[in-house]
């Protein structure tokens, strides 16, 4: 007997689990390593410095890496029975990695994963947030379908390398949050190209220009391309976000455009304009050269 799939039910009314939330969006990856929670971590930290109220889901339940990447060690603390989640560089942030041991592997199975994730919304004291971003793990999995039955989002945006491998399980990936009916906010093509830091060159490495190509294809906005670059990767490992360690760095700068720019598509999408108005407006996105 075939299974009800998710898309069978997005006309159901979702509860209202986080009502001082304007703004949830899901930040996805068709495979891993192709640098998501860097992403996310760096424009959580962008949209905090603009002066937004930001949170941060780590819903990677298998790999959570964003307590590292923001420098946090300090488990979140509790108040009335619920957990008030930890904050860094302006940024509330909440963990499967704050519960278990660094090298404690969890091996969890679908409802399991499920039940983490609802507790990461109900149990949560968020408070009043312009957005809460979520990490997701990469791929198509429980957790990608927990959350689109748990809360509202206003949009998902998906981090992918140039190469077309990579470019392929994106569509797939996007293909699945079409079918639950999440707006698609657009496309980020990270490790786009290589500058040396010797003599200037750029070298695309990853080949270039493939998150552009497949945004069009999709009919979504090109975000924005992020470079190869070691101070990016350094900061991520020593928990400090380029965005915060050296905010007037090129690097720093293309992550705020991008942040700027999910932001107006939210605000584009509030106002009640659709993603057709938002391209419009992003004719073709600066490339970072």
């Excluded at 799939?5 to 495979?31: C, F, R």
């Excluded at 963990?95 to 090298?103: A, D, K």
């Excluded at 509202?152 to 009916?181: C, W, Y």
């Amino acid at each position: 007997m075939a299974e009800s799939t998710p898309g069978h039910q997005h006309e159901q009314p979702k509860p209202n689990l986080l009502p001082d939330v304007k703004h949830i969006v899901a930040i996805s990856s068709g495979k891993g390593g192709v640098g998501k929670s860097t992403v996310a971590a760096n424009l959580a930290v962008a949209l905090a410095a603009s002066g937004a109220r930001v949170g941060l889901i780590d819903a990677d339940i298998y790999g959570p890496n964003i307590p590292m990447m923001l420098g946090v060690r300090k488990p979140p603390e509790q108040q009335d029975g619920k957990l008030l989640p930890a904050e860094s560089y302006g940024v509330k942030i909440i963990s499967m990695g704050f519960f278990v041991p660094e090298e404690t592997a969890i091996v969890w199975r679908g409802p399991m994963v499920h039940t983490a994730i609802q507790q990461f919304f109900r149990d949560v004291i968020w408070g009043e947030l312009d957005y809460l971003l979520i990490d997701l793990p990469p791929g198509t999995g429980d957790a990608q379908l927990s959350i689109s039955q748990l809360v509202s989002l206003a949009g998902v945006i998906t981090v992918t390398t140039p190469q077309e491998v990579a470019l392929h399980d994106v569509r797939k990936g996007m293909t699945m949050f079409q079918k639950v009916n999440v707006p698609l906010l657009g496309i980020i093509e990270n490790m786009s190209y290589y500058i040396c830091g010797h003599c200037g060159d750029r070298a695309e490495i990853f080949s270039h220009g493939g998150g552009q190509r497949a945004a069009e294809k999709l009919g979504v906005p090109f975000l924005g391309a992020i470079p190869i670059d070691l101070a990016i990767r350094a900061g991520g490992d020593e928990g400090m976000p380029i965005v915060a360690a050296n905010p007037d760095s090129p690097q720093a700068k293309t992550f705020r455009d991008i942040a700027a720019k999910i932001a107006e598509a939210l605000n584009t999408q509030a106002s009640g304009g659709g993603i057709g108005s938002l391209l419009k407006k992003i004719k073709r996105p600066a490339s970072s050269s």
